[in-house]
């Protein structure tokens, strides 16, 4: 998958075709910029003031306090993005817009555009990662406190959609009653297997700066009467025994090869008999594959973020084999191409 400059019409198609320095000239900056729009109409409430009807730009601005030439402007550019659709001098919401980018949406990521603002700070360290080698880690990316409950808020804004998909994949044991999510932070993902296999309960495990709204976020999602959250910091602290699954969504990324390797084998100690290990990860594409922008974008994007990176998905195979778990298997997951589900059972 890939972005660029499709033109509209064949005079387009022409100057594209006739001036090589139009592509160097625009992504610099105009992907930029249509993105911060997108993002600023959620933040200054632009999208949630057209709601269901057509407004001119005047009218929104007058209600949001806002400059109507710059607001015109800004309108425009989410015309082009395809975000609201422009009937003469009226603006409407598209159905992209209405199912994701209002409080109510069907698949709401409102929290995942405001947490943006965060990641474009984070982008900013790109070239010292380039020149050290080195990423920022999680702590250090998210910073400030107030930061970590947008984070999660976005994280469970992205999770909604895929967790019961991910659920039904996840193998688990006959009789199971007692499971653990490591770093799973609101649990939704544990929460979901859990409804699918009862009477088993989720205990997420989660760093001390983020437990605390961990539960809250829990709560607000009505799944806390199978989850349940311990502070812990599981490359340090003990995991606990008598886990009947072992859940690690998106958080193998942030710990190097031999991490991920020692967590792996703690974890088959965690286990009962016959228990099952689910990762459930980004995936960095094969060196020998054709490059593509979501997988090759979150595998850099990941490496800024984090003190390890992205792994193939051999490395992910590799590390639940080599721990001891038997019938390692990868789970087909077209609904996230650029993730990998992967699976092992204690012998």
Not at 80 to 96: F, I, K, N, P, S
Not at 121 to 150: A, D
Not at 244 to 257: C, E, Q
Request: proline residues 7%; aromatic residues 8%.
């Amino acid at each position: 998958m890939r972005y660029k400059f499709v033109p509209d019409n064949p005079e387009e198609e022409k100057a594209l075709e006739s001036n090589p320095s139009a592509l160097p000239l625009f992504d610099p900056f105009l992907p930029p910029l249509q993105a911060r729009s997108i993002m600023a109409g959620v933040r200054l409430g632009i999208f949630k003031a057209i709601g269901y009807g057509a407004h001119t730009a005047e009218q929104l601005a007058q209600t949001l306090s806002l400059d109507p030439e710059a607001l015109e402007l800004l309108l425009r550019v989410l015309s082009c993005a395809g975000y609201v659709a422009r009937h003469g001098d009226q603006y409407q919401l598209t159905e992209l817009t209405r199912n994701t980018l209002l409080p109510e949406s069907r698949f709401q990521l409102t929290e995942w555009m405001e947490y943006n603002y965060i990641q474009w700070k984070i982008i900013e360290r790109l070239e010292e990662v380039l020149k050290t080698g080195k990423g920022i880690g999680v702590r250090e990316s998210i910073g400030e406190p107030e930061n970590w409950e947008i984070h999660q808020q976005a994280m469970l804004e992205t999770a909604r959609p895929a967790a019961p998909l991910v659920a039904s994949l996840v193998p688990i044991k006959d009789g199971a009653k007692k499971m653990l999510d490591i770093g799973g932070s609101h649990g939704l993902y544990g929460a979901m297997i859990c409804r699918k296999h009862p009477p088993m309960r989720s205990e997420v495990l989660e760093l001390p700066e983020a437990v605390e709204y961990a539960r809250k976020l829990a709560q607000g999602e009505g799944i806390d009467d199978v989850v349940s959250h311990r502070a812990c910091d599981v490359m340090r602290d003990d995991l606990g025994k008598g886990y009947d699954a072992v859940f690690l969504g998106s958080i193998n990324h942030h710990f190097t090869p031999d991490q991920n390797m020692e967590l792996l084998q703690r974890i088959k100690k965690a286990l009962t008999k016959n228990g099952t290990v689910a990762i459930w990860e980004f995936k960095r594409p094969d060196p020998d594959s054709e490059p593509d922008l979501v997988g090759d974008g979150l595998a850099l994007f990941f490496r800024i973020t984090s003190a390890a990176q992205c792994y193939t998905s051999a490395d992910y195979i590799g590390w639940i084999k080599s721990a001891g778990f038997i019938e390692v298997k990868v789970h087909p997951t077209p609904f996230s191409p650029s993730q990998i589900l992967v699976s092992g059972r204690v012998p």
